[in-house]
């Protein structure tokens, strides 16, 4: 391999252990070199945010998000220029880089930024016994929110949770993944021009001790995206310290195609959701159940539209472009090596493209069986297995038999049937006849069940989680004492009871 990530043991940094070089994933390149925060920096970061955010906490929602809007035309003026860092640093098309990353931050920051005020507002509750007391709920930003980051979408992915952290009211310090820290300092950079406090928001650069770092740093609250394994140190870390942990994990997204799909969507549909990012995505297609009366021309279809997608150097016009990691790159190969020795057939691809750069061939995988790897472990990766079945019911149970639940796809030309499958899998999204599209509509939850989350993000509650919820009860009229108050006796004990019989009227049951 001629490209070496920084998070590689075999990369040599220009300066030791402490800092981190950047590269292009598809030709090697240097790109830069990163400081690696030590913990003491973290700490001061954190103090820096806090103190900003205490003045921030005081400016009216509205204004807030009125101000942040400033960011989002910042980023939207000089897309050009952060698209071109994402497809050289990580390895990724500028189409993606535009519909997956710009777009997406730029439309949820303009979705809460319009929207913010009225969701953040104090929510009354009208109680339901006691008609002359009042109580609502009204939101306080948590103080300073750490951001933990991978590398998939360096972007959308720290930006969106950013924004939203940000128009709640807190301060954010973000720790990036150390495979792609340019991009974060890049938006470190955007911010800053835009006349936003300075110290709100900032990203502290370096490995998975900074990650640890920040948790442990004082913040209060930790919004993590990343592997299961460090989704489970990261919640046990805050567990330690009683802080909330948002943690948005791994997906092993089963797609299940009906007998009656429309088999040319559906192949396109899968092609793009197995393949766009290079199959780096937590909601991508990991594994298809096709229903045995259409499997034959689901995979012909499917091999002839991958055979057409043109694979390279991203900055050129390509349909895939580069893994960003290498030791991602060899974890598809190995996967695709265990699938191939247990009897999976390779349809299409199956190893590495060229000499330089990190590449590996969109692979359609059929004869797979569910106890292979490739259908249990998460690949994250440009593959496609793809598994023959008699049922859709059997369908079910075999996306169902998974510790993961991230998202989960179901093909039908039956609407109805499909809702009625898609409400049977055991995933926090189910998109009928369409694929990964939802993390982009940042009105929908954003959620995983099984090990794949711990609460949730994007939505009008997710703006909420970013916020401490704190309930005020007022006595509308304040007489000299309640019932329930000392000093107890017989007569207020007869009252409540006789009240108690009243209220919830014992009847006689059959048993
Ligand atoms: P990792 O879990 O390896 O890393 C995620 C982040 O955590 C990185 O910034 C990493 O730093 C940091 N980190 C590592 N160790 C610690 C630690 N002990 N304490 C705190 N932080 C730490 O994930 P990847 O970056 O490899 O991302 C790929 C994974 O993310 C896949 O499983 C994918 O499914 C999942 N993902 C989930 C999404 C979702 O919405 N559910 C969306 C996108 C990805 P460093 O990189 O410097 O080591």
């Known amino acids: 391999m001629g490209a070496l990530s920084p ?66 035309d910042e980023i939207t003026t000089r897309a050009e220029e952060v698209i071109d860092l994402l497809v050289r640093e990580g390895g990724k ?11 997406v931050v730029v439309d949820l920051a303009t979705y809460f930024a319009k929207r913010a005020e009225k969701i953040l507002a104090p929510q009354p509750i009208s109680l339901h016994l006691l008609k002359n007391k009042k109580s609502y709920v009204h939101f306080v930003p948590r103080g300073v929110v750490g951001v933990i980051a ?18 709640a009211g807190n301060g ?6 150390e495979i792609t820290p340019l991009i974060a300092l890049k938006a470190k950079e955007l911010y800053d021009a835009c006349g936003l406090p300075r110290d709100l928001f900032q990203v502290v650069t370096g490995r998975g001790a900074t990650g640890a770092a920040l948790i442990e740093s004082g913040v209060d609250q930790i919004v993590f ?13 805050c567990g330690e310290r009683l802080i909330p942990c948002i943690a948005e994990l791994g997906g092993k997204a089963p797609a299940i195609v009906c007998a ?18 290079s199959g780096q995505v937590c909601a991508s297609v990991e594994r298809v159940y096709a229903h045995e009366s259409v499997h034959d021309e689901l995979v012909r279809k499917i091999v002839e539209k991958t055979s057409q997608l043109r694979q390279g150097d991203p900055s050129g016009e390509v349909d895939v472009g580069a893994m960003t990691w290498d030791r991602q790159l060899e974890t598809v190969e190995e996967r695709v090596k265990n699938a191939v020795a247990a009897g999976a057939r390779v349809a299409i691809g199956g190893k ?8 590996f061939d969109p692979t359609v995988l059929t004869e797979c069986r569910q106890d292979m790897d490739v259908m249990r472990k998460e690949i994250f990766g440009p593959v496609m297995p793809i598994m023959k079945v008699r049922s859709e019911d059997d369908a079910i149970q075999l996306a169902n038999d998974s510790h993961l639940g991230l998202c989960g796809y179901v093909f039908t030309k039956d609407r109805e049937k499909g809702r009625r499958i898609a409400e049977r899998v055991e995933c926090g999204t189910v998109m009928v006849n369409d ?65 108690l019989r009243l209220l919830f009227r014992p009847k006689r049951r059959r048993a």
């Open 352 to 359: 590495r493209r060229g000499e330089t750069g990190m590449f």
């Open 150 to 167: 991978p590398w998939n979408f360096p972007l959308s992915i720290p930006l969106g949770e950013t924004i939203m952290a940000l128009i």
């Open 172 to 177: 954010v310090v973000l720790k990036p993944s």
């Open 435 to 499: 694929v990964l599209f939802t993390y982009g509509a940042p009105e929908t939850p954003w959620v995983g069940v099984k090990q794949s989350a711990l609460g949730f993000t994007h939505s009008e509650d997710g703006l909420r989680e970013l916020c401490q919820r704190r309930h005020v009860n007022v006595d509308r009229i304040a007489g000299k004492k309640e019932i329930w108050w000392y000093p107890y006796s017989q007569k207020t004990f007869g009252r409540l009871l006789a009240g």
């Open 260 to 277: 009656d799909a429309d088999l040319e969507r559906t192949a396109n549909a899968l092609v793009w959701g197995a393949f766009a990012n």
């Open 225 to 237: 995206t990343g592997s299961v394994a460090t989704g489970k140190k990261v919640a046990a870390a």
């Open 93 to 103: 098309t500028r189409s993606e880089a535009l519909g997956m990353e710009l777009v």
């Open 7 to 72: 998070k590689s043991s075999e990369a040599v940094p220009l300066h030791g252990d402490a800092s981190i070089v950047s590269r292009n994933p598809a030709t090697g390149q240097i790109l830069g070199e990163v400081p690696v925060a030590s913990s003491d920096e973290v700490r001061a970061a954190v103090a820096r945010a806090r103190v900003a955010q205490r003045d921030w906490a005081a400016v009216p929602v509205a204004e807030r998000a009125r101000r942040v809007l400033a960011f989002r």
